[in-house]
């Protein structure tokens, strides 16, 4: 190993130490270091950098929510599913909205259900009213909705709840969200308060479409996630398309960036990388040029006047820029190897 990397390499070590001594409340989801936990993410084919990979850590750690921020196609949703896959346990996904309410996002009762019951018990009459009351409000005709599976006292293990692009919520659904993670609780009328068992890992994206409230960011711990480095999106793009030729990946990748360098009114993300080097591949191509960029440009720009503005010329110079920045990338990289002394 270089004398650089063993550096870095004893380095991340203590600090995995530091951090294990972190104290938690309760049963911990997960007792390893925060390499152990990026291995585990890295198996899911998730890639996570050292900083992304300790938040993480301390949201499982010292049980609080996790908020992320950043540019559409960054990979933040898609750090919920892996971290349930590495911990093995339930993805609950609730998908924001703007006139997201309650009713949606956390229980309602089954009317149809209790309306059907309260009609066989009158044909029975079998049940005095308070005995019918307390029939129809049990939890066999409690809808549970997203939130309040993830802190269902019945739950053995704590899950990973995402509360995915909660800027597209209104600010009143923020303010009931703000109560329920400071406590994990909930009061039912007719039931009583249920309580999370253990809390769930709880994680929270915006594509910052409009400003969240600083008292919700406040209960959670903050990670910004920037679109990766051409070395690093490489990696990523391979996790998620072994087949494809590395050429092939590193002409797209390197593409890809010039675009987001560009003035385009929507950038595209690590997953229009994947889907771009997918798709050359599924017509069987195995080197980028003009004529690929301008039969498929459409998987990796989403707007119309992207792709007007990037069709002809300008797609043989974003071409020719790609080629030059994949080149000075690999000479990089060579550059960095040690030579054998």
């Not at 409690?142 to 293990?157: E, F, G, H, N, S």
């Not at 009061?187 to 910052?208: D, K, M, Q």
Request: glycine fraction near 4%; charge should be negative.
């Amino acid at each position: 190993m270089p004398v650089a990397d063993s550096a870095e390499a004893e380095c991340s070590t203590a600090v995995d130490l530091l951090y294990s001594a972190v104290p938690f409340r309760g049963h911990a989801i997960f007792l390893g270091t925060i390499a152990d936990l990026r291995h585990r993410l890295a198996d899911q084919h998730y890639l996570a950098d050292r900083g992304l990979a300790v938040s993480l850590f301390l949201a499982l750690r010292l049980k609080r929510p996790l908020f992320l921020e950043g540019e559409a196609g960054v990979g933040k949703t898609a750090l919920a599913g892996a971290a349930a896959a590495a911990l093995g346990t339930d993805l609950i996904r609730l998908q924001c909205y703007e006139g997201l309410d309650v009713g949606h996002a956390l229980y309602e009762w089954d009317y149809a259900r209790q309306l059907l019951e309260l009609r066989l018990l009158e044909a029975t009459r079998t049940l005095s009213r308070e005995s019918a009351r307390r029939e129809l409000y049990s939890e066999a005709f409690l809808i549970k909705r997203p939130l309040l599976q993830a802190i269902d006292p019945l739950r053995t293990r704590p899950a990973v709840l995402l509360i995915d692009e909660i800027d597209r919520a209104d600010e009143e659904f923020e303010g009931f969200l703000l109560e329920l993670l400071a406590e994990f609780q909930i009061t039912i009328p007719e039931l009583g308060t249920l309580r999370a068992a253990e809390p769930p890992l709880v994680v929270l994206t915006s594509n910052r479409t409009r400003e969240v409230h600083d008292a919700l960011k406040r209960r959670c711990l903050y990670q910004w996630i920037e679109y990766p480095s051409f070395d690093s999106e490489v990696a990523i793009v391979r996790e998620h398309a072994p087949d494809a030729p590395a050429h092939l990946t590193e002409q797209v990748t390197a593409v890809v960036q010039e675009l987001r360098a560009a003035d385009l009114y929507k950038k595209p993300g690590v997953s229009e990388t994947i889907d771009w080097v997918n798709a050359l591949v599924a017509l069987d191509r195995d080197t980028l040029d003009a004529e690929a960029i301008e039969e498929t440009l459409g998987v990796v720009l989403k707007a119309k006047e992207d792709l007007e503005s990037l069709r002809g010329p300008r797609a043989m110079e974003l071409l020719d820029r790609a080629i030059a920045r994949s080149a000075n990338a690999g000479v990089k990289r060579r550059a960095d190897v040690p030579s054998p002394r």
